[in-house]
Protein backbone atom coordinates (compact mmCIF):
# COMPACT_ATOMS: atom_id res chain seq x y z
CA UNK A 1 0.00 0.00 0.00
CA UNK A 2 0.51 3.81 -0.22
CA UNK A 3 1.28 2.99 -0.47
CA UNK A 4 3.15 5.80 1.07
CA UNK A 5 2.84 9.89 0.82
CA UNK A 6 2.14 8.29 2.29
CA UNK A 7 2.43 5.91 0.27
CA UNK A 8 3.30 5.50 -1.94
CA UNK A 9 2.91 5.72 -1.39
CA UNK A 10 -0.13 4.48 -1.60
CA UNK A 11 1.79 4.68 -1.37
CA UNK A 12 -0.04 1.51 -3.04
CA UNK A 13 -1.72 -0.58 -5.72
CA UNK A 14 -3.36 -4.55 -5.38
CA UNK A 15 0.10 -6.13 -6.01
CA UNK A 16 2.23 -3.65 -4.43
CA UNK A 17 0.71 -3.52 -0.55
CA UNK A 18 0.41 -6.88 0.92
CA UNK A 19 -0.99 -7.08 -2.87
CA UNK A 20 -4.45 -5.60 -1.87
CA UNK A 21 -4.56 -1.94 -4.01
CA UNK A 22 -5.77 -2.20 -7.62
CA UNK A 23 -4.16 -0.44 -9.99
CA UNK A 24 -6.71 2.82 -10.70
CA UNK A 25 -7.21 3.21 -14.93
CA UNK A 26 -5.25 5.78 -16.16
CA UNK A 27 -7.47 9.25 -16.64
CA UNK A 28 -7.33 10.13 -19.84
CA UNK A 29 -5.48 13.52 -19.75
CA UNK A 30 -2.71 14.70 -17.74
CA UNK A 31 -3.66 16.66 -14.02
CA UNK A 32 -3.79 20.49 -14.63
CA UNK A 33 -1.53 21.55 -11.59
CA UNK A 34 -1.89 25.12 -12.22
CA UNK A 35 -5.98 24.97 -11.72
CA UNK A 36 -7.08 25.23 -8.12
CA UNK A 37 -8.92 22.14 -8.53
CA UNK A 38 -9.54 21.76 -5.07
CA UNK A 39 -6.19 20.18 -4.17
CA UNK A 40 -4.10 20.44 -1.61
CA UNK A 41 -3.02 24.05 -0.84
CA UNK A 42 1.09 24.23 -1.60
CA UNK A 43 3.43 26.93 -0.31
CA UNK A 44 5.57 28.09 -2.79
CA UNK A 45 5.51 28.18 -6.55
CA UNK A 46 3.14 25.05 -8.17
CA UNK A 47 5.30 22.23 -9.58
CA UNK A 48 4.28 20.46 -12.82
CA UNK A 49 3.56 16.66 -12.61
CA UNK A 50 7.58 14.91 -12.41
CA UNK A 51 8.49 11.74 -14.35
CA UNK A 52 8.74 9.13 -11.97
CA UNK A 53 11.76 7.32 -12.07
CA UNK A 54 11.54 3.51 -12.83
CA UNK A 55 13.94 1.28 -11.08
CA UNK A 56 15.22 -1.25 -13.80
CA UNK A 57 13.08 -4.20 -13.05
CA UNK A 58 16.29 -6.39 -13.25
CA UNK A 59 18.32 -5.13 -10.64
CA UNK A 60 19.00 -7.81 -7.82
CA UNK A 61 19.33 -6.16 -4.60
CA UNK A 62 21.18 -8.27 -2.34
CA UNK A 63 19.35 -8.82 1.30
CA UNK A 64 22.66 -7.95 3.96
CA UNK A 65 23.41 -6.97 7.36
CA UNK A 66 23.48 -3.25 8.19
CA UNK A 67 26.63 -3.71 10.03
CA UNK A 68 28.22 -4.00 6.34
CA UNK A 69 27.24 -0.69 5.66
CA UNK A 70 29.96 1.91 5.64
CA UNK A 71 29.86 4.91 7.82
CA UNK A 72 28.92 7.15 4.88
CA UNK A 73 25.48 4.78 3.95
CA UNK A 74 24.89 4.86 7.81
CA UNK A 75 24.84 9.08 7.63
CA UNK A 76 22.77 8.80 4.77
CA UNK A 77 20.62 6.54 6.37
CA UNK A 78 20.39 8.43 9.51
CA UNK A 79 19.51 11.76 7.84
CA UNK A 80 17.12 10.24 6.31
CA UNK A 81 15.78 8.81 9.58
CA UNK A 82 15.60 12.39 11.07
CA UNK A 83 13.88 13.73 7.92
CA UNK A 84 11.31 11.52 8.29
CA UNK A 85 10.87 11.64 11.91
CA UNK A 86 10.69 15.67 11.91
CA UNK A 87 7.50 15.44 9.14
CA UNK A 88 4.06 15.58 10.94
CA UNK A 89 1.96 16.40 8.20
CA UNK A 90 2.44 16.11 4.75
CA UNK A 91 0.50 17.01 1.73
CA UNK A 92 0.79 16.92 -1.68
CA UNK A 93 0.19 15.39 -5.61
CA UNK A 94 1.26 12.45 -6.74
CA UNK A 95 2.06 10.83 -9.83
CA UNK A 96 1.14 6.93 -9.79
CA UNK A 97 3.02 3.97 -12.46
CA UNK A 98 1.54 0.97 -11.47
CA UNK A 99 3.32 -2.86 -12.80
CA UNK A 100 1.71 -2.56 -16.09
CA UNK A 101 2.79 0.98 -17.11
CA UNK A 102 -0.45 2.64 -16.22
CA UNK A 103 -0.39 6.29 -15.15
CA UNK A 104 -2.46 7.43 -12.72
CA UNK A 105 -2.47 10.98 -10.63
CA UNK A 106 -4.10 12.80 -7.90
CA UNK A 107 -3.63 14.47 -4.63
CA UNK A 108 -2.42 13.03 -0.78
CA UNK A 109 -2.06 13.88 2.96
CA UNK A 110 -0.59 12.83 5.97
CA UNK A 111 -1.09 12.95 9.15
CA UNK A 112 1.19 11.47 11.99
CA UNK A 113 1.26 8.49 13.38
CA UNK A 114 -0.42 6.29 10.98
CA UNK A 115 -3.11 8.31 8.70
CA UNK A 116 -3.02 8.95 5.34
CA UNK A 117 -5.31 9.59 1.97
CA UNK A 118 -4.73 9.10 -1.35
CA UNK A 119 -7.77 10.74 -3.21
CA UNK A 120 -7.50 9.62 -7.04
CA UNK A 121 -8.33 12.06 -10.30
CA UNK A 122 -11.29 11.41 -12.44
CA UNK A 123 -12.47 8.97 -13.85
CA UNK A 124 -10.42 6.42 -10.96
CA UNK A 125 -13.01 5.84 -8.36
CA UNK A 126 -10.38 4.81 -6.11
CA UNK A 127 -9.77 6.37 -2.64
CA UNK A 128 -7.62 5.08 0.00
CA UNK A 129 -7.98 5.83 3.42
CA UNK A 130 -5.68 4.80 6.72
CA UNK A 131 -7.19 5.71 10.43
CA UNK A 132 -3.86 4.92 12.22
CA UNK A 133 -4.37 1.22 12.40
CA UNK A 134 -6.37 0.03 9.55
CA UNK A 135 -6.11 1.17 5.33
CA UNK A 136 -9.26 0.96 3.34
CA UNK A 137 -9.35 0.96 -0.47
CA UNK A 138 -12.47 2.31 -1.28
CA UNK A 139 -14.39 2.21 -4.67
CA UNK A 140 -16.53 5.31 -4.87
CA UNK A 141 -18.74 3.89 -7.92
CA UNK A 142 -19.23 0.52 -6.27
CA UNK A 143 -19.48 1.72 -2.55
CA UNK A 144 -17.51 -0.82 -1.81
CA UNK A 145 -14.10 -1.16 0.66
CA UNK A 146 -11.50 -3.12 1.16
CA UNK A 147 -10.22 -3.14 4.95
CA UNK A 148 -6.36 -4.23 5.36
CA UNK A 149 -3.95 -3.90 9.06
CA UNK A 150 -1.79 -0.98 8.75
CA UNK A 151 0.56 -3.00 10.18
CA UNK A 152 0.73 -5.05 7.41
CA UNK A 153 1.59 -2.44 4.48
CA UNK A 154 5.10 -0.87 3.61
CA UNK A 155 3.42 2.73 4.19
CA UNK A 156 3.55 1.63 8.01
CA UNK A 157 7.07 3.48 7.77
CA UNK A 158 6.26 6.45 5.87
CA UNK A 159 3.60 7.25 8.49
CA UNK A 160 5.49 6.44 11.96
CA UNK A 161 5.75 8.99 14.32
CA UNK A 162 9.08 8.71 14.63
CA UNK A 163 11.30 5.82 12.93
CA UNK A 164 14.90 4.84 12.92
CA UNK A 165 15.69 2.40 9.59
CA UNK A 166 18.51 1.60 11.40
CA UNK A 167 17.17 -0.47 14.11
CA UNK A 168 13.26 -0.25 13.75
CA UNK A 169 13.20 -2.23 9.57
CA UNK A 170 15.53 -4.18 7.50
CA UNK A 171 17.47 -1.83 5.63
CA UNK A 172 19.39 -3.90 3.04
CA UNK A 173 20.59 -1.26 0.85
CA UNK A 174 21.74 2.52 1.15
CA UNK A 175 23.14 4.34 -1.67
CA UNK A 176 23.51 8.25 -2.88
CA UNK A 177 24.28 10.19 -6.44
CA UNK A 178 24.11 13.62 -7.47
CA UNK A 179 20.66 13.46 -7.41
CA UNK A 180 18.84 11.11 -4.97
CA UNK A 181 19.46 9.08 -1.87
CA UNK A 182 17.77 5.93 -1.88
CA UNK A 183 17.00 3.38 0.75
CA UNK A 184 15.55 -0.06 0.65
CA UNK A 185 13.92 -1.83 2.92
CA UNK A 186 12.73 -5.82 2.78
CA UNK A 187 10.21 -7.88 4.32
CA UNK A 188 9.99 -11.32 4.73
CA UNK A 189 6.39 -12.61 5.58
CA UNK A 190 5.74 -16.77 6.20
CA UNK A 191 2.66 -16.48 4.61
CA UNK A 192 2.67 -13.67 1.68
CA UNK A 193 6.26 -13.53 0.79
CA UNK A 194 9.18 -11.00 0.31
CA UNK A 195 8.25 -7.11 -0.60
CA UNK A 196 10.85 -4.70 -0.73
CA UNK A 197 9.97 -0.71 -0.08
CA UNK A 198 12.76 1.38 -2.24
CA UNK A 199 12.48 5.20 -0.35
CA UNK A 200 14.27 8.50 -2.80
CA UNK A 201 14.84 11.21 -1.44
CA UNK A 202 16.39 14.69 -2.93
CA UNK A 203 20.23 14.93 -2.99
CA UNK A 204 20.28 18.34 -2.29
CA UNK A 205 16.83 19.47 -0.62
CA UNK A 206 16.66 16.07 1.16
CA UNK A 207 12.98 16.09 0.33
CA UNK A 208 10.70 12.96 -0.09
CA UNK A 209 10.58 12.74 -3.96
CA UNK A 210 9.31 8.77 -4.64
CA UNK A 211 9.02 5.43 -3.53
CA UNK A 212 8.55 2.26 -5.31
CA UNK A 213 7.09 -0.97 -3.86
CA UNK A 214 7.81 -4.70 -5.38
CA UNK A 215 5.42 -7.38 -4.45
CA UNK A 216 6.19 -10.65 -3.56
CA UNK A 217 5.82 -11.39 -7.46
CA UNK A 218 8.54 -8.75 -8.39
CA UNK A 219 5.78 -6.81 -9.28
CA UNK A 220 6.61 -2.67 -9.16
CA UNK A 221 4.04 0.16 -8.21
CA UNK A 222 5.80 3.40 -8.03
CA UNK A 223 4.52 7.12 -6.52
CA UNK A 224 6.44 10.09 -7.04
CA UNK A 225 5.40 12.71 -5.51
CA UNK A 226 5.54 17.13 -5.37
CA UNK A 227 4.20 20.46 -4.44
CA UNK A 228 4.91 19.12 -0.87
CA UNK A 229 3.57 20.96 1.99
CA UNK A 230 4.91 20.07 5.53
CA UNK A 231 2.84 23.23 7.12
CA UNK A 232 -1.04 22.38 6.34
CA UNK A 233 -2.94 21.65 9.21
CA UNK A 234 -5.61 18.86 8.46
CA UNK A 235 -8.86 17.86 9.38
CA UNK A 236 -9.14 14.70 11.25
CA UNK A 237 -12.08 13.49 9.72
CA UNK A 238 -10.34 13.01 6.74
CA UNK A 239 -9.08 10.36 7.69
CA UNK A 240 -12.10 8.58 9.10
CA UNK A 241 -12.97 5.07 7.71
CA UNK A 242 -16.84 4.88 6.95
CA UNK A 243 -17.93 1.87 7.08
CA UNK A 244 -21.71 3.09 7.28
CA UNK A 245 -21.86 3.92 3.23
CA UNK A 246 -19.27 1.76 1.84
CA UNK A 247 -19.42 -2.02 2.68
CA UNK A 248 -17.13 -4.92 2.09
CA UNK A 249 -16.02 -5.68 -1.47
CA UNK A 250 -17.67 -8.93 -2.80
CA UNK A 251 -16.24 -12.41 -2.38
Known sequence: MAGVLLVTAAMVTATSLAQSVPVPKPAPKGRDAQSGGGGPAVTGATQTPPTPVIPDPRRNVPSSIFQTFDANQKAQAAKVSA??????????????????????????????????????????PIDIVADGSSLVVRDRKLATQDVYPLSQTPLRFLLSDRIDLMKDTNVVNVSADDVFVSVTIEEKQALVGTSRLLLMFGAKDGQLKQWTV??????????????????????????????????????
Open 83 to 124: YLSSLQTLVGNFVQVGPDGSKTQGDFYIQKPGKVRFEYDAPS
Open 214 to 251: TDPQGYDTTIAVYNLDSSKKLDPGMFKIDFTNYGPAPG
